[in-house]
């Protein structure tokens, strides 16, 4: 009695799969299959940026390209970071030019010889004049207009960048063998 039951019971195991063998289906060949239209996974699409869109845009803000850098756009960032270099450059060059500017504003006067005709003096007043002053005033204050333009448009660019970060698993173009390509895009409504 007690064997039946060992039978039954490993008939039964078989029956469920318990220790059954996984049979799978013949590979299909390559050249017999045809081309069809790219399927996009699902999987895919789920994708979240490394970075949310309000935190992409405040790294950005603080430091422009750092934003593009963690969303893996590094030419966008080396492209901020460059301008930037070259912008805080320009300003320390404009504040240089306005510091020199202010204390040659007090220069004297220079004679630089007689006037041959009337035997008077020829002076040269200095060019370092208030109205100069005020010009380089206006140029330092352009280069910081365009530092923090340049981190506005860090920030949004980064903050764009996080919104469409899954935009190249919605859309994918393929070529088909006979030449023609395929566009296959997914919308979610």
């Known amino acids: ?3 039946g039951t060992k039978t039954g019971v490993l008939a039964i195991a078989a029956l469920c799969g318990f220790g059954a063998v996984s049979l799978r289906a013949q590979r299909i060949d390559s050249t017999r299959v045809t081309p069809m239209l790219p399927v996009l996974d699902t999987a895919i699409t789920n994708i979240k940026p490394p970075l949310s869109p309000r935190r992409a845009f405040l790294y950005s803000l603080a430091a422009p390209g ?3 850098s963690r969303l893996g756009r590094p030419v966008a960032g080396a ?3 460059f301008t930037e270099s070259i912008a805080i450059a320009m300003l320390r060059e404009s504040m240089a030019e306005l510091r020199q500017a202010r204390s040659f504003r007090t220069d ?3 004679q630089i ?3 041959p005709v009337s035997g008077l003096p020829i002076t040269h007043r200095s060019s370092y004049t ?3 002053i005020n010009v380089r005033k206006s140029h330092v204050e352009d280069w910081i207009a365009f530092l923090i333009a340049n981190h506005l448009f860090a920030g949004a660019d980064s903050y764009v960048a996080a919104h469409l970060w899954d935009l190249p698993a919605q859309i994918k173009v393929t070529q088909q063998p006979n030449g023609t390509s395929v566009i296959a895009a997914r919308f979610s409504w």
């Open 1 to 3: 009695m007690i064997v």
């Open 66 to 68: 750092l934003g593009q």
């Open 79 to 81: 492209i901020f970071v």
């Open 108 to 110: 004297s006067l220079v």
């Open 113 to 115: 010889g007689n006037d």
């Open 130 to 132: 208030d109205e100069l």
